[in-house]
């Protein structure tokens, strides 16, 4: 052990004389011996090696640095967003460029300038409060203003700010601020169309109200009184034909107008209250309300099901029936048959109304669940609104309807109706 540390020393003093010779302080070369001396010179070249080394990873480091200190002030300063350091009375300590440029306002000028300057009147005190809240409470904070640059240019803007501190330990906050005046303005659209859209749902509503009660009621009376005058005896023909003529169109009116009304309803509504219904009852008391207007086309009626059949449903359900029997009827030759079934399948019914009239074409299909649809049966009578309530009624009821038909042979329309109500579809 003191052999090494003798020889450690040795070398030492003998690294030390050397270091000195090459400081040029001691030139007193003859005291080492030649063995030494080139031990000597063999370290000391080694050791400039090295030196040179770290001195060409330092060269490199501080290229890097600077490379990176490059990238980050240009990360900073064209970031998208503009970022701002304040202090605690809300000057401008620091400024990236996107931020200045909005303000429009050279960086330099805005160093150590009250942000408020660049505030719309209104909106500092919104800042100063939430440039307390930062500070008191140490914590990220977000506020919306509007700020105005220096061209007068108002514009929305939201800020984030976070508490953070100087190397003198001073609470700051650094502050990104993005333009959201475009989301600002779609936002008061958006405000201006909903309250547009309950006006003209309130004028909606108040038409259908006018339509269901002020037109409904005298057009009642007209089509009582023409029937009352058709069942006197008269034998004036021509009489007897306007008479007919407008009892026709006042019946077209008010199927017209409690069609619209009750779409109006149905549109407007998300859900439907809901109770136990029988549907066989419910299709035999429609059914014997086209009896007349089977008898007039001298067509029948064929009729399959098991019995009652519940159902959780609301009592506009009848409609259903009665569109779906009234297109039958409509759009078939007279003479032929119409088929309804309702199959029980569990946790459904599955109802058929079968038809052996004109047929639908492939390409109207797809119109025909749609208002005002009506497909090249101009000679028929018809508000093209009918199978736009059921397809309704059969939505929010939970069901589905499709339907199968071919022209000259006939149409099938099918009904899924679900037998309990869903939570979506209950009121
Ligand atoms: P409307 O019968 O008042 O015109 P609907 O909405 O009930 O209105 O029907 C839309 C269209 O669908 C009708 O104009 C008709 O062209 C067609 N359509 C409906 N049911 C049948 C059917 N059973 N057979 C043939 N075409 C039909």
């Not at 409470?137 to 061209?151: A, G, I, P, R, S």
């Not at 026709?248 to 809901?274: F, G, H, P, W």
């Amino acid at each position: 052990m003191k052999k090494d540390k003798k020889k450690s020393d040795e070398r030492t003093d003998i690294r030390r004389q050397a270091e000195d010779v090459l400081k040029g302080k001691n030139t007193d070369l003859k005291k080492l011996s030649s063995v030494d001396a080139q031990s000597l010179v063999h370290e000391l070249q080694v050791h400039q090696i090295e030196l040179e080394m770290q001195n060409e990873e330092l060269r490199r480091t501080q290229i890097e640095l600077e490379d990176a200190r490059n990238r980050y002030s240009d990360l900073y300063d064209f970031a998208p967003l503009g970022y701002f350091t304040f202090d605690k009375n809300g000057l401008i300590l620091q400024a990236n460029l996107t931020g200045a440029n909005k303000l429009g306002i050279e960086r330099g000028n805005l160093i150590k300038k009250p942000f408020s300057l660049y505030i719309v009147p209104d909106f500092k005190d919104a800042f100063y409060s939430h440039m307390r809240q930062v500070f008191n409470t140490e914590t990220q904070m977000t506020c919306e203003l509007m700020l105005v640059d220096k061209k007068g240019h108002q514009f929305d803007v939201q800020l984030e700010s976070m508490p953070l501190r100087d190397i003198d330990g001073n609470l700051l906050a650094r502050t990104a601020m993005s333009d959201i005046t475009e989301r600002k303005q779609a936002d008061e659209t958006l405000k201006n169309y909903a309250i547009k859209l309950e006006d003209s749902n309130r004028l909606k509503d108040l038409f259908t109200d006018i339509m269901r009660h002020d037109l409904l009621n005298p057009l009642g009376v007209i089509k009582t009184a023409t029937e009352q005058m058709l069942h006197m005896e008269t034998k004036d023909e021509r009489m007897r034909n306007m008479l007919q003529m407008i009892k026709r169109n006042a019946d077209k009116l008010i199927d017209m107008i409690q069609c619209v009304s009750m779409y109006a309803t149905l549109e407007s509504a998300e859900k439907l209250e809901r109770k136990s219904l029988d549907l066989n009852e419910i299709f035999i008391a429609v059914a014997d309300n086209f009896k007349l207007q089977l008898e007039e086309k001298n067509m029948t009626l064929e009729y399959t099901s098991k019995g009652e059949c519940f159902m959780m449903a609301n009592p506009m359900i009848d409609a259903i029936f009665s569109n779906l029997l009234s297109n039958a009827i409509k759009y078939s030759p007279a003479g032929r048959k119409i088929k309804v079934n309702i199959i029980d399948e569990r946790e459904h019914y599955k109802i058929y109304v079968r038809d052996w009239g004109y047929g639908i074409k492939d390409e109207d299909k797809a119109k025909l669940f749609t208002r005002f649809q009506r497909v090249g049966k101009e000679g028929v009578e018809g508000s093209g609104l009918g199978l736009a309530i059921v397809k309704r009624i059969v939505d929010l009821h939970g069901g589905k309807i499709y339907v199968e038909s071919k022209p000259g042979i006939g149409s099938t329309f099918t009904l899924l109706l679900p037998i309990m109500a869903s939570k979506e579809t209950e009121k």
